[in-house]
């Protein structure tokens, strides 16, 4: 078993998702929550769109040390009066 060169944290990989949602104009990084074991990242929250929904999980695939992104528990926020526009 590797532990050390390629051999990327499962903390490391939550902190670089976290980070990305962050900097993202899309994702508001507070609804959605992060967990990684083993590589694979597991995303829970609600979401605004299926366009908030996909770019978390395309962030998260872009990460290194990313095996797989589990994003089942992801929610789409029915509640939302206003149209999701394109800013």
């Not at 992060?34 to 590589?39: K, L, P």
């Not at 299926?50 to 528990?73: F, M, P, Y």
Request: aromatic content about 4%; proline content about 3%.
């Amino acid at each position: 078993r590797q532990t050390t060169g390629n051999a990327v944290s499962d903390s490391y990989i939550t902190t670089k998702i976290k980070a990305k949602y962050a900097a993202d104009s899309v994702i508001n990084p507070f609804n959605i929550s992060v967990e990684t074991n083993n590589g694979i990242v597991s995303l829970d929250g609600n979401v605004r769109s299926v366009t908030e929904a996909s770019r978390a999980v395309e962030l998260a695939q872009e990460t290194d040390g990313v095996k797989d992104v589990d994003a089942s528990n992801l929610t789409l926020q029915q509640s939302s009066p206003q149209p999701v526009t394109d800013s």
